[in-house]
Each structure stands twice: as C-alpha cells, then as structure tokens.
Nanobody, 115 residues
C-alpha cells in the first residue's frame, strides 16, 4: 500500500503559475513511475505528466511545453511546475504511482484558472 498526498493547488489567474507537490507514504525506487493526471468536470481523467528513471518524462498533448515534472527520490516526492496556465487547465489534479503493477492515486487537489 502507498498513500499519496497532494498539495499546492488553488486559484490562479490566466497566464499564472502553480507548483504541485505529492508526497508518497514510503520510499519508492526511481524506476517506479510516478506522475500526475487531471480530471475536469464532465471529462475523463487525462495524462498530465509521468516520470521514471531511464526514460524521458512523458507529457500530455494539452500541456506540452507549459509544464515540467520532477521528482526527489530521497524524499519520495514528485512535483509539477505549471506555467502559462489557461482556464482549460481547471481540473482536479491527481498524483499517481504504479508499484508492482498496482496503481495508486491521491485524493486530488483542485486547480482553478480564472480571472
């Protein structure tokens, strides 16, 4: 079992930036994939970004070039830096990790982009 706790969401104006953080409840190897997904009202959950050692980070088409994912394995944390935010980025953002073929999700953090 792995618990994930997200933080850093909130209200931001269009064009602004936010940094999301996710803390895993136990140490994870760098080879374990971690990342972020999001779900807007009435829409399916979609990929934002994932990261694991030995591979390039993977980004969703809708955020490519505007977000950057990073992780600190010593702290069991993954981060998402989001820039040039748009109203369509408004969603609940979920932290994700896959351990031994089992997916775990955080409870989500709300990001609202509005003037």
């Amino acid at each position: 079992q792995v618990q994930l706790l997200e933080s850093g969401g909130g209200l931001v104006q269009p064009g602004g930036s936010l940094r999301l953080s996710c803390q895993a409840s136990r140490t994870v190897f760098s080879s374990v994939p971690m990342g972020w997904y999001r779900q807007a009202p009435g829409k399916e959950r979609e990929l934002v970004a994932t990261i694991r050692s030995g591979r390039d980070p993977r980004y969703g088409d809708s955020v490519q070039g505007r977000v950057r994912i990073s992780r600190d394995n010593a702290k069991s944390m993954v981060y998402l830096q989001m820039n040039s935010l748009k109203p369509e980025d408004t969603a609940v953002y979920y932290c994700w990790i896959r351990v031994e073929s089992q997916d775990y999700w955080g409870q989500g953090t709300q990001v609202t982009v509005s003037s």
